[in-house]
């Protein structure tokens, strides 16, 4: 694993399930965590942790922020784009106008507010590594039955983001990878407030069903500190399901 002391980190979604464990294993590498979530937090105690609210859909919010953590720290070495929301398993002639633009927001225009915060800057720095970005796909990005069709569509959006990034900039010594987690045992459905179409529900049981149980969020926190390691590892895309994918 890279050393990441020291190292700026920015981090959305920090403040439970897989954002929550992955800032805790930055910071026991010796990391400086930009922590930014939706979600009010106290200013931190520990002068390796800046706590920002932040709304990843807005730009205007994602760029205060990260001007925040370069007037605090003076660069940003890593971007983890965590922070998502799951759809209410819909399919496409039930989706609603608000749940869809709600999910399309957090997961897909959230990523892209940051990333492009985050090159800007990188692209600014006279070093040969200029930054690396890890954003955290699903399962779904990849397959068509483990969600409805908002998730599905803003996690396969997020793959296009993710492969079209490290192709464009990796001349230019900026790496971007992406994780695709199985099920995790996380609370995203009670903080997304989703309540599953029953019809949509039905629908993909029998790919869930498959499923071989659920993953720890520091089982993801670990594959997204690898991601964000070595400069070579670029265009990567990783799944973290206890194999169900193979089924």
């Not at 920015?10 to 439970?16: E, H, M, W």
């Not at 930055?26 to 932040?54: H, M, W, Y």
């Not at 990849?142 to 997020?158: D, E, P």
Request: aromatic share 4%; hydrophobic share 40%.
């Amino acid at each position: 694993m890279a050393d990441f002391k020291d190292k700026v980190i920015v981090l959305t979604g920090a403040s439970n399930g897989i954002g929550a464990a992955t800032a805790q294993l930055f910071l026991e590498q010796g990391a400086k965590l930009a922590a930014l979530d939706i979600v009010d937090a106290p200013p931190s105690t520990d002068a390796q942790r800046l706590n920002i609210k932040c709304d990843v859909s807005s730009e205007e919010s994602v760029n205060a922020a990260i001007k925040q953590v370069l007037d605090k720290w003076s660069t940003i070495d890593a971007l983890v784009n965590v922070a998502g929301v799951m759809d209410q398993f819909e399919r496409v002639g039930d989706v609603s106008n608000e749940i869809w633009n709600r999910v399309m927001n957090i997961n897909l225009n959230g990523p892209l507010n940051t990333m492009r915060a985050c090159i800007n800057h990188f692209l600014t720095k006279t070093t040969e590594q200029k930054g690396r970005i890890v954003n955290v796909g699903s399962l779904a990005s990849i397959k068509g039955g483990t969600a409805g069709v908002a998730y599905t569509t803003s996690k396969h959006a997020l793959l296009g983001l993710s492969r079209n990034t490290a192709w464009m900039y990796a001349k230019e010594g900026i790496q971007c990878n992406i994780l695709f987690p199985g099920g995790v045992s996380t609370d995203i459905m009670k903080n997304s407030k989703s309540i599953p179409n029953k019809v949509g529900m039905d629908t993909v049981m029998p790919t869930m069903a498959t499923s071989v149980g659920n993953c720890e969020p520091g089982d993801m926190a670990r594959a997204i500190l690898f991601l964000a390691s070595a400069p070579g590892l670029n265009g990567a895309e990783l799944k973290v399901d206890k194999g169900w994918s193979t089924a």
